[in-house]
C-alpha cells in the first residue's frame, strides 16, 4: 500500500479528519483522537502505524513485516507499525487500520459513538 490508497482507505472510514503533522506523517483521526498514522519510517519505504487489540499485538509483534511502533509500545500502548507495504499485505492492513478505527471509537462516550454514527448495532 502507499500512502495515497492509506489515506482514500482512512478517509473512507466514518467520522474520521486527516491532518498532517509529527514530522509531515500522514494522521487519521476519529473525534480527535488518532487510530492511524503514515510514516514514520527511516528510510524511503511506506510504514503504517496502528492501534491494536492486545491479542494481535503479541502475534504481529513476532510477524515479518511488523513491530512495536516507536514512540507508543515503549510506552506500554499497543500500537503496531508495518514497515513491509507489499501489496499482497493490502487487505490485511485494511483490516488491522479498520480494527483500529473500533478500538479508539469504542474509547469514546456513547452518546458521542450516536452522534457519530459509530459502533451501531
Known amino acids: 500500500m502507499n500512502y495515497d490508497k492509506f489515506n482514500k482507505f482512512c478517509g473512507s472510514l466514518v467520522a474520521t479528519s486527516y491532518v498532517r503533522q509529527w514530522g509531515n506523517s500522514h494522521v487519521w ?22 492501534k491494536t487489540s492486545v491479542l494481535n499485538f503479541g502475534f504481529l509483534s513476532e ?6 511502533a516507536p514512540y507508543f509500545a515503549n510506552r506500554g500502548m499497543k500500537w503496531i507499525q508495518q514497515f513491509d507495504s507489499k501489496k499482497e499485505k493490502d487487505e490485511d492492513l485494511q483490516y488491522y487500520l479498520s480494527e483500529s478505527h473500533r478500538i479508539v471509537s469504542l474509547g469514546l ?12 448495532g
Do not use: E, M, R
Open 29 to 50: 483521526k476519529v473525534d480527535g483522537k488518532v487510530f492511524a498514522i503514515g510514516g514514520w519510517t527511516q528510510d524511503k519505504q511506506a510504514a503504517f502505524t496502528f
Open 63 to 68: 510477524s515479518d513485516g511488523y513491530k512495536p
Open 109 to 120: 462516550t456513547k452518546t458521542k459513538q450516536k452522534d457519530l454514527g459509530l459502533n451501531q
